[in-house]
């Protein structure tokens, strides 16, 4: 068995969602027109992550086979509504940048994935590490492509909105944006591009090996 | 035992029952906060502005008041809510949010009425989904058709002059002229009622 760092590790090298795995693209293209919303999107999910490998992991031995997808969808579902409703009570300008999205990570196929991959198979410990991992190796890739969009495109880094923690790099003019990198094309090209970029780094370690 | 399809029943119907427990639990601890934001961010600047003259002094939530005015078709109570503006504990204005069903889907209209006087002071669209260019000249306070009702007397027939009221459709929108008079005559009627409870003052 892998010592447990190691299932923490691996959420940013072999297994790193968005960029390795290529899961959870939606989220990843559609949110990360802004740091802000990259980080928002990245926590939420970490939340839910962590909670439902916990609960998942911890039922394992309960829940039969044959309705461990519904009973899985049901323990996801209940922790993304309860991080729904917090960030509509306590963070309303993420919630209305993230809007729609929060409600998709139910069927965000890193949280269900972890589920089936991982938390059925091993215990509670072991599974949080797991989710820690993943989760912050996503809202780590997130803020990556959410600070290359927001830089070029707007000249900002936001950070939070909601207190107005934002750093403006590019003297502001009038409604300067860089299309490209604002619109959801633009998110696919840069994607691309990062993915390009890990890709042949690993191609040279495997060289180098 | 785990491939009996009661046991299956049993443990979905456990994990359901535990996490509808839960969305209840944090709901209701959520909830006030989400009403209030929401009414920060849509309902009080438009009651603040509406209320202005009168400088009230008090809180315009806290004082909030919820009337029954109806039933929909599935039997279901509608509410609506009353803000009162307030000064020196004295109610000098009243407002309060309906829905009327116009051409285009719902309206919301805030009616705000003068409580001594029993005349409208202003009426407001806070949502609509009106024709361009025709029925959505609604949402403009400055427009003549919302700009008439400002002025008029609560009990005043508030219906479209082609059916022998007093207020003047738009043309080209109908539909739009009178479901708005409609709102504010069912408004009007809710907030008399209020008043008359109260006892004049």
């Known amino acids: 068995m892998k010592p447990l760092w190691q299932e923490f590790t691996k959420g940013f090298n072999a297994q790193l969602p968005p960029f390795r795995l290529v899961l959870g693209l939606c989220p990843a293209l559609a949110v990360t027109t802004t740091v802000e919303g990259g980080l928002g999107m990245g926590i939420a999910t970490l939340l839910v992550l962590l909670m439902s490998n916990l609960v998942i992991s911890l039922l394992r031995n309960i829940i039969p086979n044959s309705v461990r ?106 409604g300067y944006v860089f299309r490209l990198a604002v619109e959801p094309a633009g998110a696919f090209i840069f994607l691309g591009v990062i993915l390009f970029v890990i890709n042949l780094r690993s191609k040279k370690e495997k060289v180098a090996q | 035992m785990r491939d009996k399809l009661w046991y299956m029943v049993l443990v979905l119907g456990c994990v359901a029952a535990v996490f509808g427990g839960a969305l209840a639990f944090v709901n209701a601890h959520t909830r006030d906060v989400i009403e209030e934001r929401t009414f920060r961010e849509t309902v009080l600047p438009t009651l603040e502005n509406v209320f202005a003259p009168y400088r009230p002094t008090n809180d315009f939530l806290k004082d909030k008041k919820s009337e029954r005015v109806g039933e929909d078709a599935m039997g279901r109570q509608i509410r609506a809510d009353i803000y009162v503006a307030q000064k020196n504990k004295m109610p000098l204005a009243m407002a309060t949010i309906l829905d009327g069903r116009g051409y285009g889907g719902i309206i919301r209209v805030m009616v705000a009425v003068d409580v001594n006087k029993k005349e409208i002071i202003a009426t407001r669209t806070l949502q609509q989904t009106e024709t361009r260019g025709l029925g959505d000249q609604i949402a403009n306070p400055e427009e003549p058709f919302v700009k008439q009702f400002n002025g008029m007397r609560m009990e005043a027939n508030l219906k479209l002059t082609s059916e022998g009221g007093q207020v003047d459709g738009m043309s080209g929108a109908t539909v739009t002229s009178t479901a708005y008079a409609k709102t504010v005559k069912a408004a009007c009627h809710l907030l008399l009622n209020q008043i008359s409870q109260k006892g004049a003052p």
Do not use: H
């Not at chain 1, 996801?76 to 960030?87: H, K, R, T």
């Not at chain 1, 940048?97 to 994935?113: A, D, H, M, T």
């Open chain 1, 69 to 174: 997808i519904a009973a899985n969808i049901s323990v996801i579902a209940g922790f993304v509504v309860i991080v729904e409703l917090m960030m509509k009570a306590y963070t309303p300008t993420l919630f209305n940048i993230l809007g729609v999205f929060i409600s998709l990570i139910v069927v965000n196929c890193i949280v269900l994935g972890r589920a089936e991959a991982f938390a059925k198979k091993n215990g509670p410990v072991r599974s949080m590490v797991d989710a820690l991992g993943i989760g912050s190796g996503f809202t780590v890739s997130l803020v990556i492509l959410g600070l290359v969009r927001e830089v070029l495109g707007r000249g900002s880094i936001t950070l939070f909105s909601e207190a107005n923690v934002k750093f403006q790099l590019l003297p502001q003019t009038d």
